[in-house]
Every structure is written in C-alpha cells, then in structure tokens.
C-alpha cells in the first residue's frame, strides 16, 4: 500500500551506506521491535462472542531504526489482516504508514517524515501512539529542534495526522519554547530548587466546506506552564487556551476553550503525597472538525483517576471527558516501619487513593453557545474512586496484597455519550493477592477478587456485565523463562440467568533474552479497555490467543 515510502527509504539508506564506506565512518547500528497478535474465534450466543468469518484475526508490526552518527532512519511496516476484534476495521491492510529522517547534533535536530510530539504536557498538542487502542496520530510533515544556549530549547512543527492508512484533512502547525532557569541564570537561582518556564502555540487549518454554517478555518491554542523541584517536592502547572473550534464532539459549539492542570507532590521519610487537580472546557482539539472516536486529535489531557490493573478493578474504566470535566486526584502513601507492631519485620505499605470528576459549571445560551464560568463546578458526578491498598511481606519468600475499592460510574456519561439508558453504577471491590517464592527460583501467586455492583443494567434489557463478579487467578512461574496461568471470572450475579458466565481462561508464557512468546486459549467477557483515559469496546471473544514480541 505504502510501497513508495519503502523505495525511499531503501534509496536513502543506500546513499548513507555508501557515503559511510567512502568516507570510512562508522557502520551504524541497527535496532527494533516485533509483535503479533493473532486470536480465532469461535461463536458463542451466551455471552455474545460473535461469528467470525476469517476464524483468525491479527494485528502484527515491526519498527527498524537505523542510527549512524547523527542521522537517524527509521519505519514501521504494520500489517492488519484483518483486524483483532474491538480495533477499528479501518485498520484493515497493510504497509508503512510510519517513516522518518531524522539528523542531529548538540544544536539542532531535524526531522522529516512522521514523528510523535508533545508541548507540555499535552494540553494542545500530543502526537503519540497505543497500540493496545489502535490509537495512532503521528503527525507526518516537518520538525524542528534548536538549543542555542544551555537550557533553552525551541521545537517547531507542521503536519498532518494519521487516520489509519490515510491523513487527516486539517494542517498542524506549532511552536514550543522551554527554558530551565537554573541553567541560564545559574548565579541568580536558590541551589535547591529548580524552575522552568514553557510556552506553546499550535493551530490547525481546514477548509470551510459546510454549506449550512460558519466554520473557522484557522483555530489557534496556544499555553503556558511553570514547574518548581526541589528535594522533597514538585509543583506543575498548565493553562490552556482554544479559540472558537465547532466539531462533531462539541456538538458544533462556537465557545472559546480553556484549560487548567496543576501536579503537585512531595515525598520524605517513609511517606508520599500527590495531588492533581484539572478543569477542563471545550478542549477536544481535532485536526479533522468531522472526527469522532479515537480520530485525528492534536492535544491529550491525561486522566485524573488511578489506572487499575486488577480485572474487576478495572470493570468500569474511566474516559477523560475533554469538553467539560472538572476533577481532583490524591494519593497518600506511607511506609510503616519494620520492627513496629503494624510494620513486622519488613514494613508495610499503606496506600490511599481518592479521585472525584464533575461536570463543570455551564448555562445553555443558544443551540450554538453556552456559557461557563472559569473553574465552576457542576452537579454531575462523573467518576469516583476510593481505594486503601495494604502491601505486607511476612518472610523473605511470603507477600500479601490487600485491596479495596468503592466506585461511582456514570454509565451513561462515559459509555452512551449522555443518553439516559443506564445510570449510575455503584461498585465494590475486595482483592486479596498473595505471592509465594520457592527456594527453587519457582512462584506461585494467587489473586482473589470480588466486585460487588448494583443498578449496572439497561433499562430496555439486561446488560452482559452488570451484577456481582467473583474472579480467581492463580499463576505458575519458573524463573527465568516460564509463566503459567488460569483464571476464572464468575458473573454469578448477573440479573439475567443464562449471562451467569464462567469466562475460564489459561495461558502459557515464555520470556528469553528481549523475546516473549505468550499462548493461551478461553473465553474473554466484553467490555471497556482504557489506557491513560482513552478507551475502546471490547466485544467478548471465544478462541485461542497467540502474542509474539521482541526486541533486537
């Protein structure tokens, strides 16, 4: 599909090659990565695994990177036939769509070709890939980098995003600038802190075709940002602003944006806080005003909820709502000591998390406009999340973890785009998690996990996922190479008797040198997946699981 880009680079790689020979440098190193999925299908009415008519489905990409001094060469050949089930079909094909130039030295850097980006920390602009979500916006064009004093460095940019084999309609132009104090005014800075400074200016242009209304066809966001670190604590903050951008995600708003992130942290003898707080207004900034989904975005507002990564932690994921989301995250955490009657011998961790996301607070205006006011907050609960982990190990081969989790989800919001069909769901989560170590370098860890959750059913029929849950893993390692493991997920409280599914599942890995080789064979229940507050739907699958990554 993309054979061209594959003849450019044989071409430059070739000139480079003989230039390198010619003039005797250094004959560079080569470097990469590999993965496979691979996953067949089989149908299963009862817990809606569908009919699959290629049986066996794929997703598998290899990166090649090739450095020789201060050029650096690189693509991506990736190759979807067809699809895994739950990334978009769109996906379908094969190619390199990921290809890039890129020569350096102590000041200047330039690339051509795609490249990933951030200002910041996303608020306006974040070119990156996930490619557990498919989610890839690279941005293919020009970047360039310049650090003309100690310090102080410049990137500027212009591209368009990727839209799976194509790019999107709309031009990405930016501009960032971050200084280190510190380093430019070294007489003049307290010895133990450090300041920085950053500022960044993106704007995107797409034609006006709409025959019915107004669209501007340059949006401009620009930020600014401040960070202090010191020894025992971190302070950042980002504000945001986005003109008047109409799209499918805003309903087609003519409101101005804005946007405020503050981090801070501190840590000392035995102890750890953190607390993240953001609101957010018509920030879905899109290089594509017509996108939708995981499409064409130029910016990225990180979520403010803990990424679970126990199963039935993780039932009801949070989506960062970039038009219209207040919240505030904490986390404590404190290391009893050893030798105390809480801390035994090794200690124990006690870690407390809390998170809460509103709405903000808006007015309705017009079919077009509405007005909010700057850091209001709204009456809808979005999302919260409390939880009290206790970590504990009793010898030098026993360690336990205890977990508990109480969760407001709005199903409605954050998987119905607001229609009124679910509500609120309420959840609770006990996880115990224990790990033995045998002196023969084998393990054995055992997760016991119960959710308990009430009003997650539709109100037209019963949802597949909604009732309690009951989930046992066990898992087998022989260190270094083997890991193996079976877990059942019970949804034995399900309102409807047929979904009260055992979804049992086993699987086999393999780790040598770079290289992980994992096979495995059962059914998956359907549901959300998140990573970092993007999400996509995962349908329930039935079949054999095949996984191969490595690095060279």
């Given amino acids: 599909m993309k054979n061209k880009y594959s003849i450019f680079l044989i071409i430059i790689l070739g000139l480079w090659a003989n230039k390198i020979q010619s003039q005797s440098f250094d004959s560079g ?71 890039y130039f890129t020569y350096r030295d ?24 996930e490619p557990a979500l498919g989610l890839d916006n690279a941005l293919d064009g020009f970047r360039f980098k310049v650090r003309p004093i100690e310090g102080v460095e410049f990137t500027g940019l212009i591209g368009k995003n990727r839209i799976f084999w194509a790019k999107s309609d709309g031009i990405v132009r930016g ?108 920030m879905d900034y899109r290089s594509d005003r017509t996108a939708r989904s995981q499409e064409s975005f130029i910016n990225f507002i990180p979520p403010l909820t803990k990424q679970h990564t126990y199963a039935l932690a993780a039932l009801y994921p949070f989506a960062t709502q970039f038009n219209n989301e207040a919240g505030i995250q904490a986390e404590l955490t404190y290391n009893i000591p050893s030798g105390s009657f809480l801390g035994g011998d090794y200690g124990t961790l006690v870690t407390l998390n809390y998170s809460d ?82 002196e023969n370098n084998h393990s054995i860890r055992t997760e016991l996990q119960h959710s308990w959750s009430v009003q997650d059913s539709a109100l037209i029929e019963p949802d597949n996922i909604n009732g309690n849950w009951a989930h046992l893993l066990i898992e087998y390692t022989i260190a270094p190479n083997w890991y193996f493991t079976v877990y059942d997920q019970y949804n034995y409280g399900n309102d409807s008797e047929d979904r009260r599914i055992h979804y049992l599942n086993g699987s086999v890995a393999y780790l040598t040198g770079a290289t992980r080789l994992q096979l495995g064979f059962g059914k998956q229940r359907g549901g959300i997946i998140c990573v970092g507050g993007i999400c996509r739907a995962v349908p329930a699958s039935n079949g054999l699981f095949l996984s191969i990554t490595s690095s060279f």
Avoid: C
Avoid at 119 to 127: C, E, N, W, Y
Avoid at 362 to 385: C, P, V
Avoid at 397 to 410: E, G, H, P, S, W
């Fill in 175 to 282: 501009g960032d600038l971050n200084i280190s104090l510190n380093d430019i005014l070294e007489d003049l800075m307290p010895e133990d802190y450090r300041f920085t400074l950053g500022g960044s200016v993106v704007s995107k242009f797409q034609t006006d075709r709409d025959v019915f209304l107004k669209m501007p066809e340059n949006v401009l966001a620009y930020s600014g940002r401040l960070g202090v670190m010191a020894d025992n604590f971190t302070i950042d903050a980002e504000y945001a602003y986005k003109y008047n951008d109409p799209n499918a995600t805003n309903k087609f708003k003519y409101n101005d944006g804005q946007g405020l992130i503050v981090k801070g942290s501190y840590f000392g003898d035995g102890v750890g806080f953190a607390l993240n707080a953001h609101w957010i207004d018509n």
């Fill in 106 to 129: 102590d000041v200047f850097e330039v690339t051509g070709g795609d490249f990933y980006e951030q200002f910041g920390s996303g608020l306006i602009l974040r070119a990156y890939q």
């Fill in 357 to 438: 996301v509103f709405s903000i607070d808006t007015s309705h205006i017009d079919q077009y406009t509405y007005k909010s006011n700057f850091l209001g907050i709204g009456d809808r609960r979005y999302f919260r999340d409390f939880g009290i982990d206790l970590s504990h190990k009793w010898s030098s081969n026993f360690k336990t973890d205890l977990t508990y989790l109480n969760i407001i989800y709005d199903k409605d919001i954050l998987t119905n785009e607001g229609a009124p069909l679910f509500g609120k769901v309420f959840q609770n989560v006990l996880i115990f998690d224990f790990q033995y170590i045998f």
């Fill in 29 to 99: 190193s080569i470097s990469g990565n590999v993965s496979i999925e691979a996953q067949t299908y089989s149908p299963d009415s009862l817990m809606d695994a569908p009919d699959v008519q290629e049986k066996l489905l794929s997703n598998a990409y290899i990166n090649l990177i090739y450095r020789n001094q201060g050029v650096e060469i690189g693509f991506r050949y990736e190759n979807y036939l067809n699809p895994i089930l739950g990334f978009d079909a769109r996906l379908k094909g094969q190619g390199i769509p990921y290809r």
